[in-house]
């Protein structure tokens, strides 16, 4: 299992329709991918346009290759790209340490 | 509850002496804190020496006030900080959204 973090930052004034933007792309969209194992989505405090996706796949290649090569990218795209302010940043990590909770 | 995201970026080479110090020192310093409710750190498949520390505050001034101002962040830093790179990034976040599991 992989850590997938993407970092958001959407344009001032658009929180809430982002809110309910992102919840219903990943839920709609990104769920049913192969290798598609969970989620969570944070925003920001300290920076009220900044959004936090961390999903966890199977392997990098769900992500990159399934995933990222699907139609359902583009429907993904579609649904979250028009609120950005900048280019999103995405990268994968490996588990090193966690609590046990 | 509210989310810290940590984003550190270390020097090239270093990578299992960190490892390890970063483990020490939530484990024996961060973990003791008062609001301090679990944590998690991941490392970089893309980027191997980018870090994600997260951990879960009961309130941010649980952090900011409370841990940041006690002499328990100057022996934090003392065992992380020389690994450094450059500046840590560190924000807050509220949930949104997750999957249940």
């Known amino acids: 299992m992989i850590l997938e973090l993407a970092d958001f930052h959407i344009q001032p004034g658009r929180e809430a329709e982002f809110d309910a933007a992102i919840q219903r792309g990943v839920r709609e969209i990104i769920a049913r991918a192969e290798g598609f ?18 999903i966890r796949w199977r392997s990098v290649d769900d992500h990159m290759q399934g995933f990222r090569q699907s139609a359902d990218y583009a429907r993904w ?16 990590f490996d588990l090193l340490d966690a609590s046990q909770d």
Do not use: C, M, N, T
């Not at 194992?37 to 961390?54: A, N, T």
């Open 37 to 54: 194992l969970g989620w969570q989505v944070h925003k920001g405090i300290d920076s009220p346009q900044r959004y936090l996706l961390q």
């Open 77 to 92: 795209r579609e649904i979250v790209a028009p609120f950005f302010a900048r280019p999103p940043q995405v990268e994968h």
